[in-house]
Nanobody
Framework: EVQLVESGGGLVQPGGSLKLSCAAS????????MSWVRQAPGKGLEWVSS???????GYADSVKGRFTISRDNAKNTLYLQMNSLKLEDTAVYYC?????????RGQGTQVTVSS
Protein backbone atom coordinates (compact mmCIF):
# COMPACT_ATOMS: atom_id res chain seq x y z
CA GLU A 1 0.00 0.00 0.00
CA VAL A 2 1.34 3.41 -0.99
CA GLN A 3 1.73 5.68 2.02
CA LEU A 4 2.87 9.29 1.98
CA VAL A 5 3.11 11.17 5.28
CA GLU A 6 3.81 14.90 5.20
CA SER A 7 5.18 16.90 8.12
CA GLY A 8 6.77 20.25 8.88
CA GLY A 9 3.90 22.62 8.32
CA GLY A 10 2.98 25.39 10.72
CA LEU A 11 2.38 29.08 11.24
CA VAL A 12 5.03 31.45 9.93
CA GLN A 13 5.29 35.19 9.36
CA PRO A 14 5.67 36.63 5.87
CA GLY A 15 9.28 36.39 4.80
CA GLY A 16 9.87 33.34 6.97
CA SER A 17 10.91 29.82 6.09
CA LEU A 18 9.66 26.28 6.57
CA LYS A 19 10.90 22.89 5.45
CA LEU A 20 8.36 20.22 4.64
CA SER A 21 9.12 16.51 4.62
CA CYS A 22 7.27 13.57 3.12
CA ALA A 23 8.02 10.03 4.25
CA ALA A 24 7.17 7.47 1.57
CA SER A 25 6.54 3.75 1.94
CA UNK A 26 4.84 0.90 0.13
CA UNK A 27 6.60 1.41 -3.19
CA UNK A 28 10.11 1.75 -4.61
CA UNK A 29 10.60 5.46 -3.95
CA UNK A 30 13.74 5.77 -6.06
CA UNK A 31 11.85 4.64 -9.18
CA UNK A 32 9.35 7.50 -9.16
CA UNK A 33 9.23 11.20 -9.78
CA MET A 34 7.63 12.99 -6.84
CA SER A 35 5.74 16.23 -6.48
CA TRP A 36 4.46 18.82 -4.07
CA VAL A 37 1.00 20.23 -4.69
CA ARG A 38 -1.07 22.59 -2.60
CA GLN A 39 -4.65 23.62 -2.06
CA ALA A 40 -5.52 27.04 -0.72
CA PRO A 41 -8.86 27.65 1.01
CA GLY A 42 -11.67 27.63 -1.54
CA LYS A 43 -9.37 26.85 -4.47
CA GLY A 44 -8.38 23.81 -6.49
CA LEU A 45 -5.20 21.81 -6.41
CA GLU A 46 -2.14 23.72 -7.60
CA TRP A 47 1.10 22.15 -8.75
CA VAL A 48 4.08 23.54 -6.82
CA SER A 49 7.11 21.50 -7.81
CA SER A 50 8.26 18.10 -9.04
CA UNK A 51 11.51 16.16 -9.04
CA UNK A 52 12.53 13.20 -11.17
CA UNK A 53 14.01 10.07 -9.67
CA UNK A 54 17.45 11.32 -10.74
CA UNK A 55 17.04 14.84 -9.34
CA UNK A 56 15.81 16.96 -12.24
CA UNK A 57 13.23 19.47 -11.00
CA GLY A 58 10.55 21.91 -12.07
CA TYR A 59 8.72 24.72 -10.29
CA ALA A 60 5.56 26.73 -10.68
CA ASP A 61 6.29 30.34 -11.57
CA SER A 62 4.69 31.44 -8.30
CA VAL A 63 7.37 29.70 -6.21
CA LYS A 64 10.40 29.72 -8.51
CA GLY A 65 13.44 31.16 -6.75
CA ARG A 66 11.85 30.78 -3.31
CA PHE A 67 11.16 27.04 -2.96
CA THR A 68 13.58 24.14 -3.42
CA ILE A 69 12.52 20.54 -3.86
CA SER A 70 14.89 17.71 -2.97
CA ARG A 71 14.85 14.04 -2.17
CA ASP A 72 16.86 11.46 -0.25
CA ASN A 73 16.32 8.11 -1.94
CA ALA A 74 18.18 6.30 0.85
CA LYS A 75 15.67 7.62 3.37
CA ASN A 76 12.61 7.41 1.08
CA THR A 77 11.95 11.06 1.87
CA LEU A 78 10.92 14.07 -0.18
CA TYR A 79 11.55 17.63 0.98
CA LEU A 80 10.38 21.15 0.17
CA GLN A 81 12.42 24.07 1.49
CA MET A 82 10.24 27.17 1.42
CA ASN A 83 11.86 30.58 1.85
CA SER A 84 10.54 34.13 1.60
CA LEU A 85 7.04 32.89 2.31
CA LYS A 86 4.13 35.07 1.25
CA LEU A 87 0.55 35.33 2.47
CA GLU A 88 -0.58 33.63 -0.73
CA ASP A 89 1.47 30.54 0.06
CA THR A 90 -1.07 29.65 2.76
CA ALA A 91 -2.45 26.22 1.84
CA VAL A 92 -2.50 22.55 2.66
CA TYR A 93 0.60 21.05 1.09
CA TYR A 94 0.55 17.49 -0.20
CA CYS A 95 3.27 15.29 -1.55
CA UNK A 96 2.24 13.15 -4.50
CA UNK A 97 3.74 10.24 -6.37
CA UNK A 98 4.62 11.09 -9.92
CA UNK A 99 5.05 14.35 -11.81
CA UNK A 100 2.09 16.71 -11.47
CA UNK A 101 -1.14 16.80 -9.47
CA UNK A 102 -2.79 13.52 -10.39
CA UNK A 103 -0.78 10.99 -8.38
CA UNK A 104 -1.55 9.40 -5.05
CA ARG A 105 -1.30 12.01 -2.28
CA GLY A 106 -0.73 12.01 1.44
CA GLN A 107 -2.99 13.58 4.04
CA GLY A 108 -1.31 16.97 3.76
CA THR A 109 0.28 19.45 6.15
CA GLN A 110 -1.08 22.94 6.78
CA VAL A 111 1.12 25.95 6.06
CA THR A 112 -0.22 29.27 7.27
CA VAL A 113 1.58 32.50 6.47
CA SER A 114 0.26 35.33 8.61
CA SER A 115 1.48 38.37 10.44
Amino acid sequence: EVQLVESGGGLVQPGGSLKLSCAASGFTFSNYAMSWVRQAPGKGLEWVSSITNSGGSGYADSVKGRFTISRDNAKNTLYLQMNSLKLEDTAVYYCARGWGVTGTRGQGTQVTVSS
